[in-house]
């Protein structure tokens, strides 16, 4: 029988970080016993794993009695690791031997799942670098500055490379672990699962739930004053020979810096900034589409649709419908 190893981390941990421990078991679990019912052997024995028998949440509210310890598992089949705490750099200090242990056992062929910031423990195990992986959106900038050398594809809602499954934020785990049955077991047991845990099938992005705040992490002075300006200016179409000009930094220069900066281009950055207000206005006004349109300096409604859906992965009117019950009346 096949193993699924769900991971407690020790300490630098929070509720979300039970739920995915409690999730991925019962879903698995779930799983199990439906292949079972139509006379099949169950595929994977579930455990839950750590270094201590025993790891407290919450200063104690809540603790969970792991199965086994890592040091006891010469091999597994698929691991899962739960989400962290916001403290990244203490968690990854924290979690230390469970990154160890993550590193060997991916070398000899396990196959890895993080959820939400568990990400950040798998790039600290080197095992991301030059692939593909997602976390929850609202650390990005965070994840890019301590792992430059890890494709962040913020949008994405779960990727799938090379045995490593990562996944966007909070309770968005649930797609991933129906995406892992579908995968692990087949379709039929997913869409079971689907239905017992009402969770949405084939959903693949997470760009619609993203609230843009820009990346200000960086020590660039010239760069921070073009965002602000940017910012203060939403109704304006800017052109970067103005940006540039208006900075006294030629045109090149201007680009590579505000790129190393924020990981944007000048034109990208100015876009997703008139989008998240556009957000705004159709979820919390009565205003219409092209009315929100012109307000974030846009005058062509295929553009402004175009760049708006490509930020979000959906239609303006789609998004105001979705966010905005006022509207809709």
């Not at 949440?57 to 199965?67: I, P, R, T, Y």
């Amino acid at each position: 029988m096949k193993r699924v190893t769900i991971l407690v981390p020790d300490g630098q941990t929070n509720l979300s970080s039970i739920a995915c421990i409690v999730g991925s078991y019962e879903m698995f679990s779930v799983a199990n016993a439906f292949w079972k019912q139509s006379g099949r052997q169950e595929l994977y024995k579930i455990e839950t794993a750590g270094v201590s028998n025993k790891i407290d949440f919450q200063k104690g509210m809540l603790s969970v009695h792991a199965d086994t310890l890592i040091n006891d598992i010469d091999k597994t089949n698929l691991i899962i690791v739960p989400s962290l705490e916001g403290t990244y750099q203490q968690a990854m200090n924290g979690n230390k031997p469970l990154v160890d242990w993550l590193a060997r056992q991916y070398k000899q062929g396990a196959e890895i799942a993080s959820m939400c910031s568990g990400t950040f423990m798998l790039a600290d195990a080197g095992i991301l670098d030059g692939k593909n992986c997602s976390t929850h959106w609202c650390y990005e900038e965070n994840f890019k500055a301590l792992f430059p050398r890890v494709n962040l594809q913020i949008e994405k809602l779960i990727t799938d490379e090379h045995g490593i499954y990562t996944n966007g934020g909070a309770y968005s785990f649930l797609n991933l672990l129906i995406y892992l049955i579908e995968k692990f077991y087949d379709r039929t047991t997913a869409i079971f699962c689907s239905k017992m845990f009402q969770v949405e099938l084939d959903r693949q992005s997470q760009s619609a739930f993203a609230i843009f705040t820009g990346q200000k992490l960086h020590g660039d002075e010239m760069v921070q004053k073009a965002q602000a300006y940017i910012e203060s200016r939403i109704d304006e179409k800017l052109s970067v020979e103005d940006l540039s000009s208006r900075f006294a930094v030629g045109r090149r220069n201007f680009d590579r810096r505000f790129i190393k900066a924020t990981g944007n281009t000048p034109v990208e950055y100015a876009q997703r900034v008139k989008i998240e207000s556009a957000k705004k206005a159709l979820e919390t006004t009565r205003k219409t589409v092209n009315e929100v349109m012109y307000e974030v300096g846009y005058s062509d409604v295929k553009a402004f649709r175009e760049v708006f859906k490509r930020f979000t992965g959906m239609s303006p009117l789609e998004y105001r419908n979705r966010y905005n019950k006022e509207a809709l009346v």
